[in-house]
């Protein structure tokens, strides 16, 4: 079964849509992202320190080493962003394929390992730092972190990197609402999506529980998000990925055969949603398209 329905509206946004394996053979894949000035999806494979690159179902390499990239996005230069476990930095990839460390600190200590990442339509960058490329052993990294805490920050050039909140136990997937007014996050390690209010100067407040999951971890975890043009929001969780009406009523859950860590929109007409998927890339054609504010 390719869909699990709660709501009629689920089905409004699925359409005829199939789901098609387009990619497999990796290792743990992360952080897909559409590149519209090459029509192609990159993506990190972590325990395998690359980024690839997806071009009419053709997949080549674009990065090796990649420092074991996760989360992918672009700032508004079109300049790639990698959140990178082994090196716990926030690095910029120029279109000579130089690289630049965003950041590194906090003060004075060590990052985590920044895990997912969105850019705001001003430019400032947003992050989660978890500690999972610290302790995870299947991914050949075991390091003693610094911080006493896993948080969620906020980089610009004018202010530097900006604590915005350290009180969810394991931040993973964000993305902004379609008027950036409100960020989600989700806390893998307790299966919770939160959701708090951005105000003008780009602060978070008012963390409210968005969901809460009851799940099987080994079914998959709160993860990636991604918000629809309508404001519905994906989140991979068990089974496969999570849809939810902006008032957190679940619509439904498209499956997926392995455990479903990220997605992304992309296509000519941003009607395609990709899944990165354990060791596969998953794809499926919808009836509406992705919010475009983030990248």
Not at 61 to 67: C, E, G, L, W
Not at 141 to 159: A, W
Request: glycine content about 8%; proline content about 4%; some cysteine.
């Amino acid at each position: 079964m390719e869909y699990e329905i709660f709501h009629k509206e689920f089905k409004d946004l699925i359409g005829d849509g199939k789901l098609r394996k387009i990619a497999t053979g990796f290792q743990f894949l992360e952080g897909p992202l559409w590149d519209a000035s090459h029509s192609r999806l990159l993506f990190s494979d972590i325990p395998a320190n690359k980024i690839y690159q997806l071009k009419h179902e053709r997949v080549t390499t674009f990065r090796s080493p990649s420092d074991m990239s996760n989360g992918l996005t672009f700032n508004r230069n079109h300049q790639l962003l990698a959140c990178c476990h082994a090196t716990s930095q926030v690095v910029m990839i120029d279109f000579n394929n130089f690289q630049e460390t965003l950041v590194s600190h906090f003060e004075g200590q060590e990052l985590n390992s920044p895990n997912d990442i969105v850019v705001k339509s001003d430019d400032s960058v947003y992050f989660t730092d978890p500690n999972y490329g610290r302790i995870n052993n299947d991914h050949g990294i075991l390091r003693k972190k610094q911080l006493p805490f896993q948080g969620v920050y906020r980089f610009s050039q004018k202010e530097g990197l900006i604590l915005l909140a350290n009180d969810i136990d394991a931040p993973n997937g964000l993305c902004f609402s379609c008027k950036e007014e409100k960020l989600y996050v989700n806390d893998s390690s307790n299966g919770q999506i939160f959701v708090f209010d951005v105000n003008a100067e780009g602060h978070l407040s008012n963390k409210n529980l968005f969901f809460h999951m009851t799940y099987d971890p080994s079914q998959g975890v709160p993860d990636g998000m991604k918000l629809d043009e309508l404001g519905n929001l994906y989140c991979t969780g068990p089974g496969g990925i999570w849809v939810f009406q902006s008032n957190g009523t679940p619509l439904g859950i498209i499956k997926i055969p392995e455990i479903a860590a990220n997605l992304n929109w992309g296509g000519d007409c941003w009607n395609h949603l990709y899944i990165t998927a354990t060791s596969s890339i998953y794809h499926i054609e919808m009836n509406v398209r992705g919010n475009q504010v983030q990248l």
